[in-house]
Nanobody, 123 residues
Framework: VQLQASGGGLVQTGDSLRLSCTNS????????MSWFRQAPGKEREFVAG????????NYGDSVKGRFTISRDNAKNTVSLQMNSLKPEDTAVYYC?????????????????WGQGTQVTVSS
């Protein structure tokens, strides 16, 4: 499993951004794919996750109603559509993969991590 995140950038409050994460390795250990983020001086936090089938998703409270996670198993890609961005969404966003069949919101179940992509929202 090799995860590559992309799509970050500098946007203004209220703008939208779409992040993508592509697995260039074996898809077998990516039953659940999630996004986490880490702002300077803060712990890494769960943002959103999705199971392999796409039938189960989970979102962090701070992004519910604004962010949408999706995946395309044929392309080994998971995406995060971020709308109504706020300055507090500024962080490095990481995609991660887990072999669990449910979306875990803590870090330990995630065996594989991408390199992160910076999202900066200006006020």
């Amino acid at each position: 499993v090799q995860l590559q995140a992309s799509g970050g950038g500098l946007v203004q409050t209220g703008d939208s951004l779409r992040l993508s994460c592509t697995n260039s390795g074996r898809p077998r250990e990516t039953d659940t794919m999630s996004w986490f983020r880490q702002a300077p001086g803060k712990e890494r936090e769960f943002v959103a996750g999705i199971t392999r089938s796409g039938t189960s998703t989970n979102y962090g409270d701070s992004v519910k109603g604004r962010f949408t996670i999706s995946r395309d198993n044929a392309k080994n890609t998971v995406s995060l559509q971020m709308n109504s961005l706020k300055p507090e969404d500024t962080a490095v966003y990481y995609c991660a993969a887990s072999t669990l069949f449910v979306v875990a919101t803590t870090l330990p179940p995630y065996k594989y991590w991408g390199q992160g992509t910076q999202v900066t929202v200006s006020s």
